[in-house]
């Protein structure tokens, strides 16, 4: 069992950066491949980022390459997304999502492959 609770949302201006924390609870957290999700209002939740446990295989989302970046500490049993080059297209509640062990690059982009969700932090970006 996994609990994951995310931290860094805020309101920043078009161009800037805010980086996302995912703290998880359990032991076996360095065995859990890690998302990102987000949804804005009156859309869907959409993929933005992952990692699989080792770290060495990530993932992104086309509206985000090159903008955001995804690592972990499993030493402190973190994940972080660094957004950086914010526009106002990014503006949505981002959720932080945890899957046991390896999974596809192809399954890490799908929501229905996580099994523990956090509850959510709002980033706002003004124009």
């Known amino acids: 069992q996994v609990q994951v609770e995310e931290s860094g949302g805020g309101l920043v201006q078009t161009g800037g950066s805010l980086r996302l924390s995912c703290a998880a609870s359990g032991r076996t957290f360095s065995s859990y491949s890690m998302g990102w999700f987000r949804q804005a209002p009156g859309k869907e939740r959409e993929f933005v980022a992952a990692?699989?446990?080792?770290?060495?295989?990530?993932a992104f989302a086309d509206s985000v390459k090159g903008r955001f970046t995804i690592s972990r500490d499993n030493a402190k049993n973190t994940v972080y997304l660094q957004m950086n080059s914010l526009k106002p297209e990014d503006t949505a509640v981002y959720y932080c999502?945890?899957?046991?062990?390896?999974?596809?690059?192809?399954?890490?982009?799908?929501?229905?492959?996580?099994?523990?969700w956090g509850q959510g932090t709002q980033v706002t970006v003004s124009s």
């Open positions: 999502a945890a899957v046991p062990g390896t999974i596809s690059i192809a399954a890490m982009t799908r929501g229905l492959s996580y099994s523990y």
């Open positions: 990692i699989r446990w080792s770290g060495g295989n990530t």
